[in-house]
């Protein structure tokens, strides 16, 4: 990183990424062992030493230690609570059991509650080595993903989701509001409209935000794979099931759920779901005992559900259970205010991300992107917006360089290109009204030949309230 400039931080050098030191605690009661464990391993890692239970477990809070050797036999608390109240803390934190008196039972006891590995006193020092290396090379690993998955999480935070309309002003409070919440969410909206987009910033922004979002389309399973999908199957299940598989509800266990057009789940398995969701608990395709999850699910669907309800396709009690939170996104047609920010943010962000230059607009063309109706809405700006900065020359983008059909709506617009430019900021709408309101008065008196009487009549007024409308417009007798 050295440059002539001289770089504003500089990293000591022995504190390089693989240089640095890890950090050991080791638990044992036994003076001898703890300073024979911190002669020996002094030369790779800092270690420190706690000589009882309690002792380690007000240290690993507030220190960041990378592995924990811990003894099994102490007195006061003995190792294996040690080790659950250790994961409970920080369950990312690798724990590695020293025991004397190694019992096939105690070790495998270790193990399921969560231990990295076990050693027998009195040490191999190279066994010691190897366990403590693939230990801390573990939790460093772990971190690594904690703070990718937290890179990944600030993508999706409203910050980068567009939208300065009041229907999207509202959607963020109520997203900022029920995230860090278990509430179960329900998000409409036409295709394109950023759906997918709204229950990635749930996730993200909830407590659950390390574990990874599980995304399940219920329209792309085939109706007799959802149900082993999302739940699992034991072994024997079905013919083709020849060992237990776990199901998506499973694995996503303290983490988030996403399940989207929902309107395709059949009858059979929204009976399912409305257990999941009412119960906290699932079976397993052919299973015969309960399983207890902690999920939070989000679901979204393009389609009216209280119209797939009339129709017998939707249960209404299912319904119920996933409105408690409604997040409704509007089309792009309904919030055109959005369009000149989505306009900007996309070709920043585009152009950023191919490498590429940014390019301006002509007012003519924003004229154009404003008023079309945008069917595909946000998804279908974004790839038009693409589109232009990778195939189009330099300069700003003029409407020849528009799709016809975005060249020809013609959506019905009082006057020119007044609507587009309120919508745009460029006017206010108090002024785009007088201006319309002017030029209606200007034609009525060119119409009546500038008889006020006549013009008056022929807008539905009187010629002492034109008058009044002409001083305050600047419109000047004839
Ligand atoms: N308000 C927004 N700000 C920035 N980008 C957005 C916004 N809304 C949508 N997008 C982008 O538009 C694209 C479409 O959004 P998304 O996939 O979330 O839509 P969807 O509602 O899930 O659509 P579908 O119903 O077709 O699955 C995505 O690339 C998304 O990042
Ligand atoms: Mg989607």
Redesign the pocket.
Known sequence: MANGQGPAFVMPDGDREGELRRRVLVVDDEAGVRESLRLVLRDKYDVSVAESGDEALRRIGGEGFDAVLLDLVMPGIDGLTVLERIKGQRPELPVVIVTATRTVKTAVTAIKLGAFDYIEKPFDLDELRIVLANATRTSALQREVNELRAEVGRRYQLG????RSEA?QEVFRTVSQVAPLKTTVLIT??????????AKALHYQSPRASRTLTAINCAAIPEHLLESELFGHERGAFTSADARKLGQFELAHQSTIFL?EIAEMQPAMQAKLLRVIETGQFMRVGGTKPIDVDVRIVA?T?QDLTQAIAAGTFRADLYYRLNVVTLH?PPLRERRQ?LTL?IK??TVAKAAELGIKERAFTPEAIDHLVRYRWPG???EL?NLIERLLVLADFGPVRPEELPEVIRQSQTAMPTGNMRGEVLLGIRTLSDAVDEFEREIIVEALHQAEFNQTRAAERLGTTRRILKYRMDKLGIREK
């Open positions: 980068n989701i567009v939208g999207m909206g036409e295709s394109g409209t950023g759906k997918e987009l709204i989207d979204a393009n996104l959005d989505l943010h996309f809405n946000v998804r974004e």
